[in-house]
């Protein structure tokens, strides 16, 4: 299972608004097969692991990260295609929240007299598929916060544009969390301020670049920020209040694609119903404060890097000694001179 959970994740956020799922088949103790949800989100991981297998799948155990699909979707219910391949163990790390399947494939697999495991590795199998569970479950994508915070705990200096918090090291793995989301949120004040591109740039990886969305309630955004100028490669949303105009006009025209909406919390439920399973957020001030304060931040990622920023810096709503109640620390990195730490919200039960 940990095998099929590692393949599952070489294909996050890319595979949407199906989840990445692993799987992997054992005969006599080997691996004779594996499969990860193709880009796009099909075919599915367990047809592609039993077709590896071929005659060998015969009386051999799958495992598999998520419930295998009852449905008749785009592709015929997995169930069925293990049934057939004479597979005679099932163990599945989690059940499938989808109406659709929800236990229905579990169900299956046992009237075939399969035996049927659930719940190994589950904690592990739930954090590399968070973002799927959190749209199926809540309505609304998985919110990741990132922040680069300098050593006086500000995210930049006013007026200066794009202010280097962190080193390159960073800048690789905040690219790399770009290319596992499915979106990637800013507000109008950063998109103003540091004119960003929001892609992905890592060699071999340009593919990957997710859903850019701003919000910009009076459609502020200029038709010639690198936003709007690359809205044809890479997609860019606008969320503008209802009746706005400002830039409307000339923003249409690049191609940017404007949605009028009450506000933040519209706006996650209609990137759920488009499939959009996760969501990063990088920036800025406003919108982090907004989101922490609606309790809508699922995990953060805190970068801390030396640079003092010193006059005119932009508090940041979160630092190392600063952070807001009801969250853990999952994960701690360094970075080149920068560090890392990803905190994960705790569920509200876990806070008193
Ligand atoms: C599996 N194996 O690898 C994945 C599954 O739109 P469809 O027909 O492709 O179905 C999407 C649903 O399939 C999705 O909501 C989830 O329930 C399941 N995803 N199931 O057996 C897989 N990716
Ligand atoms: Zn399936």
Same mark, same amino acid.
């Given at each position: 299972? $940990? ?15 199906? +989840? ?22 099909? +075919?599915?991981?367990?047809? !592609?692991?039993?077709?590896? *297998? ?21 592709? +015929? ?5 293990? &049934? ?17 399947? =929800?236990? !229905? ?8 007299? &399969?035996?049927?495991? &659930?719940?190994?590795? !589950? ?27 300098? *050593?006086? @705990? ?57 859903? $850019?969305?701003?919000?910009d309630?009076r459609a502020e /955004? ?18 503008v209040?209802?009746?706005s105009k400002g830039n409307r ?26 499939? &959009?399973? =996760? /969501? ?12 922490? =304060? ?18 005119? @810096? ?22 080149? !001179? ?6 994960? $919200?705790?569920? *509200?039960?876990?806070?008193?």
């Amino acid at each position: 299972m $940990r095998e099929a959970i590692g393949l599952s994740q070489i294909h996050v956020g890319r595979t949407g608004p199906n +989840p990445s799922v692993g799987c992997v088949i054992v005969k006599d103790g080997q691996v004779v097969g594996r499969g990860v949800t193709a880009l796009g989100g099909r +075919p599915h991981a367990e047809p !592609q692991a039993l077709a590896e *297998a071929g005659d060998k799948a015969r009386g051999a155990t799958a495992y598999v990260t998520l419930e295998p699909c009852s449905h008749h979707g785009k592709t +015929p219910p997995c169930a069925n295609t293990i &049934i057939a391949a004479g597979i005679s163990r099932v163990v599945v790390a989690v059940a499938d929240p989808d109406p659709r399947v =929800s236990g !229905q494939g579990l169900k299956m697999l046992a009237d075939a007299d &399969i035996e049927v495991t &659930i719940g190994v590795l !589950q904690k592990d199998a739930r954090r590399a598929m968070s973002g799927y569970l959190t749209r199926q479950t809540k309505g609304r994508p998985q919110v990741t916060l990132k922040l680069a915070v300098s *050593a006086d @705990g500000m995210l930049g200096r006013k007026g200066a544009g794009q202010v280097a918090i962190t080193g390159p090291e960073a800048w690789k793995e905040v690219h790399l969390l770009r290319a596992s989301s499915d979106a990637i949120l800013v507000g109008i004040g950063t998109a103003l301020a540091d004119d960003p591109e929001l892609t992905v740039r890592l060699p071999g990886l340009e593919e990957a670049s997710p859903l $850019r969305v701003v919000l910009d309630r009076r459609a502020e /955004l200029p038709a010639t920020s690198k936003l709007a100028r690359t809205a044809g490669a890479v997609p860019v949303l606008v969320a503008v209040s209802h009746g706005s105009k400002g830039n409307r006009a000339a923003l249409a025209e690049t191609g940017v694609e404007i949605v009028e909406l009450e506000g933040v919390e519209e706006l996650l439920s209609m990137l759920a119903r488009r499939g &959009i399973s =996760s /969501l990063m957020v990088e920036g800025g001030a406003r919108v982090a404060t907004d989101l922490l =304060s609606r309790g809508l931040v699922d995990r953060i990622h805190l970068y801390s890097g030396e640079i003092v920023v010193g006059e005119g @810096g932009i508090s940041s709503p979160i630092t190392v000694s600063q952070m807001p109640p009801g969250f853990a620390l999952i994960e701690e990195r360094t970075l080149g !001179q920068d560090r890392l730490q990803i905190y994960d $919200r705790l569920p *509200a039960s876990a806070w008193i």
